[in-house]
């Protein structure tokens, strides 16, 4: 394979991951260091907007470590997570579907990270988006701890059914470290994965 270099990497990186604070230190502590590491690399943070949990955790690392971090939340949303007033942009937005539209057309590429029902909503809505040839934009899970692996295994069951076609599994890409994030991505085809016209 061509060696390639870290500016190959898409500039504006989009993550969902959750807005608990009760969880382990292991998520957090890989939540600040992703931020540490996009912010080292000059990547753009685009995220929630939230300024608590791994979503706070990886905004405040990001800007830390002297990189951008946009955030997009609803109006709803930002009394009961308390809108972070450190970012480079915060975008307060009517709805949850704007929030999500934006936070697509503002992002070269996604990274899910653990999260909650909320992260598990837009992992699944940002693959749906790509299935239906919405998006190209690469998708990277970061398994931590062996957190997505149920998850990743029921994807695999849903592929043997004939519910979900191989290629869209394959076109997650899977690592089990943020350290792998920018390399990942680095090596991500330049479109990753075009328009399919036959669904599941």
């Known amino acids: 394979m061509q060696n390639t270099t ?34 080292q690399n000059g ?9 608590v949990g791994l979503m706070g955790l990886v905004a405040g690392a990001t800007l830390d470590a002297g990189g951008e971090a946009i955030g997009i939340i609803p109006q709803h949303i930002e009394s009961r997570e ?15 579907h704007e929030r999500k539209q934006m936070m697509v057309d503002r992002s070269d ?7 909650g029902l909320g992260t598990l909503d837009e992992f699944f809505e940002i693959m749906t988006w790509r299935q239906l040839g919405l998006h190209d934009k690469p998708i ?4 931590v701890g062996g957190y997505w692996t149920q ?22 890409m899977v ?10 991505l680095t090596c991500a ?12």
């Open 82 to 96: 308390i809108g972070n007033t450190r970012l480079t942009e915060l975008h307060v937005v009517d709805s949850m």
């Open 175 to 184: 690592v089990e470290s943020v350290e792998d994030v920018i390399a990942a």
């Open 151 to 172: 998850l990743l295994h029921l994807i695999d069951v849903m592929v043997k059914e004939g519910f979900v076609r191989a290629s869209d599994r394959d076109g997650l």
């Open 140 to 143: 990277v899970v970061v398994n």
């Open 6 to 39: 870290i500016l190959d990497c898409p500039q504006n990186i989009c993550v969902y991951c959750g807005a608990s604070s009760r969880v382990s230190d292991l998520y957090k502590q890989a939540a600040i260091r992703l931020g540490q590491i996009l912010g």
């Open 189 to 200: 085809p330049e479109e990753a994965f075009g328009a399919q016209t036959e669904l599941m």
């Open 109 to 115: 590429a996604f990274v899910i990270m653990p999260g």
């Open 43 to 51: 990547r753009r943070l685009v995220y929630g907007g939230g300024a």
